[in-house]
């Protein structure tokens, strides 16, 4: 009887990870651009990291109707920067308006990315060579609930790697 039930148990188990999304170590799917898009919209807002009496104002908001989202890094300082999130077709593209003068365009990684961890590649961009020029070349918004976000944004120079900037931010309540 003690067999029995161990095969039926390992039986149970060979079903259910042979089960359509049901099994064990199925990779997750990639994120559709809408998706992304609309988990986006979900920020629409102020953020803020507090480091002592430093504190990094970050806020995102929609614009034309709802069709592109702007993400605002330090508004009103003098560094402040911007990037707009818009639908192609289907992809998620943003263009990052830099305090260095340049804009890279980057690209949602749809396999990279899921519902919790948008990841952005580089797809070119203007006023720059990407070859040599310092430039923000790829980067991940990480969404750890309704009130808390990691982005992670890479620069290049040179052609690799310069630097990891991370910002850990807090929604502002009103």
């Known amino acids: 009887m003690h067999a029995r039930r161990v095969f039926s148990a390992a039986f149970a188990v060979v079903v259910l990870a042979s089960a359509p999304g049901l099994a064990l170590d199925e990779e997750p799917k990639p994120i559709d651009a809408s998706a992304a898009?609309?988990?986006?919209?979900?920020?629409?807002?102020?953020?803020?990291?507090?480091?002592?009496?430093?504190?990094?104002?970050?806020?995102?908001?929609?614009t034309a109707n709802g069709s592109a989202i702007v993400e605002?890094?330090?508004p009103g300082t003098s560094f402040e920067m911007m990037?707009?999130?818009?639908?192609?077709?289907?992809?998620?593209?943003?263009?990052?308006?830099?305090?260095?003068?340049?804009?890279?365009?980057?690209?949602?990684?749809?396999e990279a990315s899921s519902p919790e961890a948008l990841v952005f590649a580089f797809d070119g961009g203007?006023?720059?060579?990407?070859?040599?020029?310092?430039?923000?070349?790829?980067?991940?918004?990480?969404?750890?609930?309704?009130?808390s976000i990691t982005g992670e944004w890479t620069g290049y120079m040179d052609g690799k790697p310069s630097g990891t900037h991370s910002f850990v931010l807090s929604r502002v309540k009103d």
């Open 72 to 74: 605002t890094y330090g």
């Open 83 to 110: 990037s707009v999130y818009h639908l192609d077709g289907d992809q998620l593209r943003a263009t990052h308006y830099c305090a260095a003068g340049n804009q890279p365009r980057l690209v949602l990684d749809r």
């Open 37 to 62: 898009f609309e988990r986006l919209k979900s920020l629409v807002g102020t953020w803020e990291q507090r480091e002592g009496e430093n504190v990094f104002v970050l806020t995102y908001r929609l």
């Open 126 to 147: 203007t006023n720059f060579d990407p070859a040599t020029d310092m430039h923000m070349h790829e980067g991940r918004i990480l969404l750890h609930d309704a009130d």
